[in-house]
């Protein structure tokens, strides 16, 4: 009888074990009482040299944002704007170092690190940034240059035309000679080509410099006119498009990270990043109108060339080509045929039905 009675002890113990272990499933809420444990995101980091607020840096916070959607939660990005996690020169071989798993910044604020894809700051005549960062894009990938081995491309995108600002007026050639124009980067060979002598100063600088006669001029996107107020201490806009230069902005992520991320994440990420090139491109052309529009508003001259003062500045700037092509000729470097693509996508984009 003892033997019987523990049995049956014994048995009534599990049933109840195994009844409470039920109900406690059941509290968690899940399909069949089953608990399910959500697998932690994927979680990466992006460095930004744009401040908060700049439209570039809340186009590309929409774009991480889309990635979260479309990836059910899967994938979180944190995005460090402002240049807080990485400053901007170093924003890319942060990427490739793993300081941050994505990463935007310029090409150019590393000069010499991408020497073919140089070309693509060349004023080659954008008139758009819608133009300049479909042209961009494509030419990066096809050309796929070893250069920006270590990191996956995911998309770049380029500012409008960089036009002249200045505190007289320029309509020809020959009012550029002993100019002091504000440039940097590649933007200093065009001014010393136009005849005018180039001062490298960063943007935060030029409004004073220009209110002080520092210099008489800066090359830059009419959108900063507004963006930094310049548009306050100068006199006129001499639409320069002709000879617009543009400025190549990538967005890479860090190789390693991008080949262990699942297909299906990888392809949302391709997808995303295609949809944002036309993002980012309408983005610059939005900024581009706000900044003439407040430089109209401010009674501003607006100077366009004469069709003979176009070809004469794109005839003063073809050295500048020409030394891009013999330079990366000695690289071993397509730069001829990376060049005449770039002419030929503009040409092709800038036509009634290319945008």
């Known amino acids: 009888m003892n033997r019987r009675r523990w049995f049956w002890a014994t048995a009534i113990v599990v049933v109840v074990a195994m009844s409470l272990a039920l109900v406690g499933c059941k509290k968690q809420g899940e399909p069949g009482g089953v608990s399910v444990t959500k697998a932690k995101p994927i979680e990466l980091s992006y460095s930004i040299f744009f401040p908060p607020t700049h439209i570039q840096c809340t186009t590309a916070e929409a774009w991480a944002r889309e990635i979260e959607k479309r990836t059910d939660g899967r994938v979180k990005i944190t995005v460090y704007a402002g240049g807080t996690l990485t400053a901007a020169p170093q924003v890319y071989e942060g990427v490739v170092n793993g ?46 240059p070893a250069e920006v081995a270590g990191t996956h491309v995911l998309y770049i995108h380029a500012h409008g035309p960089g036009l002249l600002a200045s505190k007289k007026p320029v309509r020809t050639l020959e009012d550029l000679k002993g100019l002091k124009v504000r440039a940097t980067g590649l933007s200093q060979k065009v001014v010393t080509a136009l005849g005018g002598t180039p001062v490298a100063m960063p943007q935060p600088d030029t409004y004073e410099a220009l209110q002080k006669n520092v210099v008489d001029a800066t090359l830059c996107p009419i ?115 990376f060049l005449a693509d770039a002419q030929a996508l503009i040409a092709q984009y800038s036509g009634p039905t290319g945008q």
Request: charged share 25%.
């Open 99 to 144: 300081i941050s798993d994505i990463g935007m910044s310029c090409f150019a604020y590393t000069l010499g690190r991408f020497p073919l894809l140089e070309g693509l700051d060349l004023p080659l005549g954008y008139p758009s940034g819608t133009v300049a960062t479909r042209v961009a894009t494509e030419l990066v990938e096809k050309y796929e």
């Open 223 to 337: 959108e900063t006119l507004k963006g930094w107020k310049q548009g306050e201490v100068i006199s006129s806009v001499t639409d320069a498009t002709a000879v617009g230069y543009t400025t190549a902005m990538f967005v890479v992520m860090n190789e390693q990270k991008w080949e262990s991320l699942p297909a299906d994440v990888q392809k949302v990420f391709t997808d995303v990043s295609h949809e944002w090139v036309a993002q980012h491109g309408q983005a610059w052309d939005q900024a581009d109108a706000e900044g003439r529009e407040f430089v109209n508003g401010l009674g501003r001259e607006m100077i366009a060339l004469t069709p003979e003062q176009q070809q004469r500045w794109k005839e003063a700037v073809k050295p500048v080509l020409d030394a891009y092509v013999a330079a990366a000729r000695e690289k071993g470097l397509p730069g001829e045929e």
